[in-house]
């Protein structure tokens, strides 16, 4: 079935760039997104990229699309303490006979040491 | 801007009780989601909406059942609550079909005792 897997752990200097790995299954995914979770609150969509895409910037967020290997990665840039959160990698689903759905990872949480 | 709202942030039940967890969404749309989250777990799907009076079952349902009356609100219902049930329950929206952007509520703790 489908899976996104992510590594559990990160943990940054404040001022380093932090690179957030996640590989998938689905490769017919439409969009995969990047959620960003900080403690005690829902999720919060930081950004998507078209499976059509290699590249997408924003800002200090860069997301890369490898969809030979099914890997994507957001690469923070100039990482603050702020940024301390759990990061949820999503991939976009169709099945036949389904509305489909979006499966998530189980999530990167992202320690950010000052 | 898309905002979902969860009637609660905390919730403490006995075991036995029944719960219901609301959820609303103000942008009319089509899709919405139950999910509860544990540690170690992710998030887990419980049942989706994509209409009015129509459900669909996600990966966790037993234990549980949904409402969706109105377009705007959808209903977690706890029949009989267990301890095992206790964990976070997050609301999402999305606007017309399921794989596009997800939009969250922040979340209701719910400790069952």
């Known amino acids: 079935g489908e899976d996104v897997e992510q590594s559990l752990f990160l943990s940054v200097r404040e001022g380093d760039s932090s690179v957030i790995n996640c590989t998938y299954t689905?490769?017919?995914?439409?969009?995969l997104y990047w959620y960003k979770q900080e403690p005690g609150a829902g999720l919060q969509l930081l950004t998507y990229i078209f499976s059509n895409m290699d590249m997408k910037q924003d800002q200090r967020l860069t997301v890369l699309l490898n969809k030979k290997d099914k890997h994507l990665s957001l690469r923070i840039a100039d990482t603050q303490t702020g940024d301390s959160a759990i990061y949820f990698c999503?991939?976009?689903?169709?099945?036949?006979?389904?509305?489909?759905?979006?499966?998530f990872g189980k999530g990167t949480k992202l320690s950010v040491k000052p | 801007d898309v905002k979902v709202t969860q009637s609660s942030r905390y919730l403490v039940k006995r075991t036995g009780e029944k719960v219901f967890l609301e959820c609303v969404q103000d942008?009319?749309?089509?899709?919405m989601f139950w999910y509860r989250q544990d540690p170690g777990l992710g998030l887990r799907l419980i049942y989706f909406?994509?209409?009015?009076?129509?459900?669909e079952k996600g990966d966790i349902p037993e234990g549980y059942s949904v409402s969706r009356e109105k377009k705007e609100r959808f209903s977690l219902i706890l029949e009989s609550a267990s301890t095992n049930q206790t964990s976070m329950y997050l609301c999402?929206?999305?606007?017309?079909?399921?794989?596009?952007?997800?939009?969250f509520g922040p979340g209701t703790r719910l400790l069952v005792l």
């Open positions: 999503a991939e976009s689903i169709r099945e036949e006979g389904s509305q489909g759905n979006l499966i």
């Open positions: 942008m009319d749309h089509e899709n």
């Open positions: 689905d490769s017919s995914s439409t969009y």
């Open positions: 909406s994509y209409d009015v009076k129509m459900k």
């Open positions: 999402a929206s999305s606007f017309r079909t399921a794989q596009e952007t997800q939009y």
